[in-house]
């Protein structure tokens, strides 16, 4: 495989431009998620990317859950090593619009529950507190002892 940056423009009739591909596609997959409007919806999101080689992001106004993983069949010069028998969803992609030239740019990109809290934390109104009985004290809680 060349490690020459071909630009699309510049391949010759029969070339394909997964010979100059580091594979990107098959070191992923991103499904598309509803978009949050609730505090659970982003509690949820949070536990998704708590699970590592994760994150979320937004492109043209549709989230999704991005899941970091090489395809087991990847070979080692990024060819497929199933190619004849691969899943049709591989079949069915095609270079046309792939992201060998994309600059992975999105609208929203949430790689921590932290900048998913803080998102969240400025897009929703406050969060509901529990409420407290009248006339029950308002005193600090201590952490338990073990």
């Known amino acids: 495989?060349?490690?020459?940056?071909?630009?699309?423009?510049?391949?010759?009739?029969g070339e394909v431009l997964c010979s100059y591909c580091s594979a990107r596609c098959c070191r992923y997959f991103a499904l598309p998620i509803e978009t949050p409007t609730t505090w659970q919806d982003f509690d949820h999101m949070r536990w998704y990317v708590m699970h590592g080689r994760s994150a979320v992001f937004v492109d043209d106004?549709?989230?999704?859950l991005l899941v970091?993983?090489?395809c087991e069949n990847l070979l080692e010069d990024n060819r497929c090593g199933i190619y004849l028998t691969r899943p049709q969803i591989c079949r069915t992609y095609s270079t046309d619009n792939c992201e060998y030239d994309n600059d992975s740019c999105y609208d929203k990109y949430f790689e921590s529950q932290d900048q998913l809290w803080e998102y969240a934390?400025?897009?929703l109104p406050p969060k509901p507190q529990p409420r407290k009985k009248a006339g029950a004290p308002n005193l600090p809680t201590l952490p338990l002892l073990s």
Do not use: C, H, I, Q
């Open 1 to 13: 495989m060349s490690k020459v940056k071909v630009r699309r423009s510049d391949l010759k009739p």
């Open 61 to 64: 106004n549709t989230w999704y």
């Open 68 to 70: 970091f993983g090489d």
């Open 121 to 123: 934390e400025a897009v």
